[in-house]
């Protein structure tokens, strides 16, 4: 059973760092994209960032270009993303998930095929 798992969420001061980890277990798949997504109150979930398994490709939206950096410890079987500066709009829940069969970054969160359950970033100003 594939499992993902988030931690590192927390509040910061504007200007702060967090590092959140995705931890992934049960997984038996060569090619694969990892992404963060976050959904703040009342918006829908929007995608952050996506490496992908294969070539380590990445993607990163607009919004967060320059601050958040995605990695990889395929020994720990281990997402991370590297948020600096972080802004009160970067307050949300952040998810990782996982997208099966694929070579190259995802961006649509239809395409993922599992979720982990979110861990909360709260960003004051």
Do not use: H
């Amino acid at each position: 059973e594939v499992q993902l798992v988030e931690s590192g969420g927390g509040l910061v001061q504007a200007g702060g760092s967090l590092r959140l980890s995705c931890a992934a277990s049960g997984f038996t798949f060569d090619d694969y994209a990892i992404g963060w997504f976050r959904q703040a109150p009342g918006k829908e979930r929007e995608g952050v960032s996506c490496i992908s398994s294969s070539d380590g490709s990445t993607y990163y939206a607009d919004s967060v270009k320059g601050r958040f950096t995605i990695s990889s410890d395929n020994a720990k079987n281990t997402v991370y993303l590297q948020m600096n500066s972080l802004k009160p709009e970067d307050t949300a829940v952040y998810y990782c998930a996982a997208a099966i069969g694929t070579i190259v970054v995802v961006t649509t969160r239809y395409e993922y095929d599992y979720w982990g359950q979110g861990t909360q970033v709260t960003v004051s100003s």
